[in-house]
């Protein structure tokens, strides 16, 4: 099969539907460091990522079967899916293991790296050409994010730097997951299948990552820690990065990226309120920075986008 000619959805704007379901789904991932968060006590972060993925799976396959996709359809998709399975597993190990050594705070900035990824990669790969004040727009959101989270922070060491280097390294692959789903035949998938491959190759990676790490459980979760890893696993990534999916099907990526840089805002909003943490003037500014380069990002292009295929031999199979 030749390679994919990538449709021109670069040039293509959101909707008002499709960015106000990035706004659900930039809230819920948001929380979702919270949930993360809560459930540390009676869950260790590798083993809750194992069991996420583990009930993700099925919740998968059931929205599949539901809408009729055939998982074992031999549709071009294979090379690339166990391609984006394998970077899927690894973000989330590097992600994990990276807050080990960094922040919480400094991780949710340098993991939301991975829009500049995303851009670099559609200008280069997918066509997608952003105009200068689209570049400008992301980079008023990434430093509004900045803003927000509190960086740069006093006592920063060699170990605090490797896990921020192992939260930008998460946040590239991110962004090439993303690439990979945009550029690929796994465009053309269901996106319950397009996401299958990546949540069942996670599963091994993340339990042997658990299993060098010493991870154990060491007494019956309670009900907080389990309905907040249900919610993971059910909403998170089986309902929420299905959907996401299926926007990076049909829109820009650069541009959809860009808007994950909302998801942090949310997270503070609900340390606010969930675990009390302290909201200052600071935040306002943050998400006037945010906002302003979201409108910069999503203006109209009016240099066309250019059909490639450039991108990876996954796309011959």
Same mark, same amino acid.
């Given at each position: 099969?030749? @390679? ?22 930039? *809230?819920? $991932? ?34 599949? $079967? +539901?809408?009729?996709?055939?998982? *074992? &359809? ?13 970077? %899927?597993?690894? &973000?989330?190990?590097? +992600? ?18 991975? @829009?500049?990824?995303?851009?670099? =990669? ?5 066509? &997608? ?7 400008? =727009?992301?980079? #008023?959101? %990434? ?44 465009? *053309?998938?269901? @996106? ?13 990676? #993340?339990?042997?990552?658990? #299993?060098?790490?010493? &991870?154990?459980?060491?007494?019956? @979760? ?12 059910? $909403? ?8 996401? %999916? ?12 860009? *808007? ?24 306002? !500014?943050?998400?006037?920075?945010? +906002? ?14 250019? !059909?490639?295929?450039? #991108? ?6």
């Amino acid at each position: 099969m030749s @390679p994919l000619q990538v449709t021109p959805s670069a040039g293509r704007p959101l909707s008002a539907g499709a960015i106000a379901l990035m706004l659900m789904l930039c *809230f819920s $991932w948001g929380f979702n460091q919270i949930a993360v968060k809560l459930a540390l006590p009676d869950i260790p972060p590798m083993l809750q990522a194992t069991i996420r993925s583990s009930v993700a799976l099925p919740t998968l396959l059931l929205m599949g $079967w +539901i809408r009729g996709v055939n998982f *074992f &359809e031999r549709d071009g998709t294979l090379a690339a899916g166990l391609s984006a399975g394998i970077l %899927f597993g690894l &973000e989330f190990v590097l +992600i994990y293991q990276g807050l080990r050594f960094t922040s919480a705070s400094r991780a949710v900035v340098f993991l939301y790296t991975a @829009p500049f990824f995303v851009a670099f =990669g559609s200008h280069y790969l997918l066509g &997608e050409r952003l105009g200068a004040s689209q570049w400008l =727009g992301l980079a #008023l959101s %990434f430093a509004g994010v900045a803003l927000a989270i509190g960086v740069p922070q006093a006592n920063v060491d060699a170990h605090v730097l490797f896990g921020d280097l192992m939260l930008v390294c998460g946040g590239a692959i991110w962004g090439a997951t993303t690439l990979i789903a945009k550029g690929t035949r796994l465009r *053309f998938a269901a @996106p319950e299948k397009a996401l299958g491959y990546q949540v069942a190759l996670s599963i091994p990676m #993340l339990a042997v990552a658990a #299993l060098l790490s010493g &991870e154990t459980i060491t007494r019956v @979760p309670g009900p907080l820690a389990m309905s907040l890893v249900v919610y993971q696993a059910i $909403w998170v990534v089986g309902i929420t990065f299905t959907l996401w %999916f299926s926007l990076v099907q049909t829109y820009s990526a650069s541009k959809l990226s860009a *808007f994950t840089f909302i998801a942090p805002l949310f997270g503070v909003i609900a340390s606010y309120f969930i675990m009390h943490d302290a909201l200052t003037p600071v935040f306002g !500014a943050a998400a006037l920075l945010v +906002i302003a380069g979201l409108f910069l990002v999503n203006r109209p292009n009016q240099t066309k986008p250019v !059909a490639t295929d450039r #991108l990876l031999n996954v796309t011959k199979t």
